[in-house]
């Protein structure tokens, strides 16, 4: 009586194996490269031939040399003397940025400034506060939390203009670096 369902279950076990190990060549996917057309060669792939996608970022040492690669004039704020310049670029030869860090190098901000309308600043987070707020001369859209500024912008005479703070600052930060502006 053992011998027979001990064969059942070896031949259920060929059968269950043989139909695992076909079903790989019959469906068609196999691991062997093609072989190539009659005539053509084939080089094999280096690193060297990926398509990369070019940096938009452009480092600059001085303001001229910015403002001549994105081809306008913008000035540049005055922080307090605890913050220093870190860095100048621009990007796709469209928008000035310069980023300016605290002694300690925990604080930073980022300015930037482009020709046109429309938001600059890049930060695409959701903040449970926004507000417009009148600094000087200008209307400045602010996003932040629990009464920190994070991302403010404005725009003034075709030109657009950002700020982000990281972390987020205190409102008297924003007003004195926007009133620096003017």
């Known amino acids: 009586m053992k011998k027979p369902i001990v064969f059942a279950a070896c031949a259920l076990m060929a059968l269950a ?7 790989a060549s019959s469906s068609g996917s196999t691991s062997v490269p093609p072989t190539p057309q009659s005539g053509a060669t084939s080089t094999p792939a280096s690193d060297d031939s990926q398509a990369e996608v070019p940096n938009p970022i452009t480092e600059h040492e001085t303001i001229e040399e910015a403002e001549q690669a994105v081809g306008f004039s913008f000035k540049v704020p005055v922080l307090p003397d605890q913050y220093a310049q870190t860095g100048l670029s621009t990007i796709d030869g469209k928008v000035a940025e310069v980023d300016f860090a605290s002694d300690s190098g ?10 046109g ?7 695409y987070n959701k903040y449970p506060e926004e507000d417009i707020v009148a600094i000087g001369l200008y209307e400045v859209y602010t996003r932040g939390a629990d009464g920190q500024v994070s991302v403010a912008a404005w725009e003034d005479e075709g030109m657009s203009y950002s700020l982000a703070f990281d972390p987020a600052a205190d409102p008297s930060l924003l007003k004195e670096i926007i009133e620096s502006l003017q």
Do not use: E, F, H
Not at 106 to 115: E, I, M, N, Q, S
């Open 17 to 23: 194996l043989a139909a695992c190990g076909g079903s």
């Open 106 to 115: 925990l604080d930073t901000v980022t300015y930037r400034a482009a020709k």
């Open 117 to 123: 309308s429309g938001p600059i600043d890049g930060d």
